[in-house]
């Protein structure tokens, strides 16, 4: 049995965190606030802010994605976001276009040829420094996966936060139609992925922003699909309470 078969991973996910689009200003105002906190206070990526919310031109055609703990405080966890293309002008580069126009392999894929309304890009993945910076460790990112994450046979774990942002973010994706996802990843967040049977493609070389990043794009249908058997119950809770988070909002 391998360590992962160890865990049900939709059990342990509900046990601890809940998950929403975060579709009102009370929600997004909790996602601003964890992106301050991380990228302006913690990591110095962005310049701070007086009203301590970080935000920027992509937010407006964004869907957001909010992780919080399950208990009664519903403590903020960590936030992703889907950057769709703009709705006023389609045609405008996603962010990740404009850092990665000289380092795309177009041969893979041109993002600019594809249906505009059918891409986005994946950003703003943050998580609270409590949440992501191991015991006795100064070393902090904005959110990564690392080989520990994922504990021993004897001793398994698994990475919930970062997987679970991920997989809220591809809910979010197919709910509004959207085939590909891209997204600038850590150079060894695909060979992570791959063990959960999340197929991460390479688009191109690497680039330097807020450290060494890959050009990369994640196939919505594909995942969807060929998720290992063991990620599905995961997959699930996500999803179903990303769609509740819609439903909530159409009533």
């Known amino acids: 049995m391998s360590l992962l078969e160890n865990l049900h991973l939709g059990h342990g996910f509900r046990k601890y965190f809940r998950i929403d689009a975060a579709l009102d200003e009370t929600l997004h105002d909790e996602v601003f606030r964890i992106r301050h906190e991380v990228y302006c206070e913690d990591l110095g990526f962005e310049p701070i802010r007086e009203d301590r919310r970080e935000t920027d031109e ?18 903020p966890v960590g936030c992703a ?35 505009r309304e059918r891409i ?4 703003r993945l943050a998580v609270r420094k409590a949440y992501r910076r191991r015991k006795g460790e100064e070393r902090l990112s904005a959110s990564d ?4 994450d994922f504990g021993t046979a004897e ?12 997989m ?3 809910a979010v994706a ?4 959207v085939d590909t996802l891209f997204v600038l990843t850590e150079p060894r967040l695909a060979a992570h992925f791959a063990k959960l049977g999340v197929r991460i493609t390479r688009i191109g070389g690497p680039i330097e922003h807020r450290g060494t990043r890959i050009p990369s794009m994640i196939d919505v249908q594909d995942v969807i699909a060929n998720m290992r058997t063991l990620m599905k119950p995961l997959w699930r809770e996500v999803l179903a309470e ?8 159409e009533r």
Do not use: W
Request: one cysteine or more; proline letters at 10%; glycine letters at 2%.
């Open 58 to 75: 992509h937010d407006a055609h964004s869907v957001h994605c909010l992780l919080r703990t399950v208990d009664p405080a519903h403590r």
């Open 81 to 115: 976001r889907v950057v769709m293309a703009n709705p006023a002008d389609r045609s405008i580069p996603l962010p990740f276009e404009r850092a990665c126009a000289h380092a795309l392999d177009r041969t893979i894929i041109n993002p600019a040829k594809l249906p």
């Open 120 to 123: 986005a890009e994946v950003s």
């Open 145 to 148: 996966v690392r080989d520990e």
């Open 155 to 166: 001793q398994p774990r698994f990475p919930y936060i970062p997987v679970s942002l991920y």
């Open 168 to 170: 809220g973010t591809i």
């Open 174 to 177: 197919a709910r509004h139609g």
């Open 242 to 249: 990303i769609d509740r988070s819609y439903e909530s909002q």
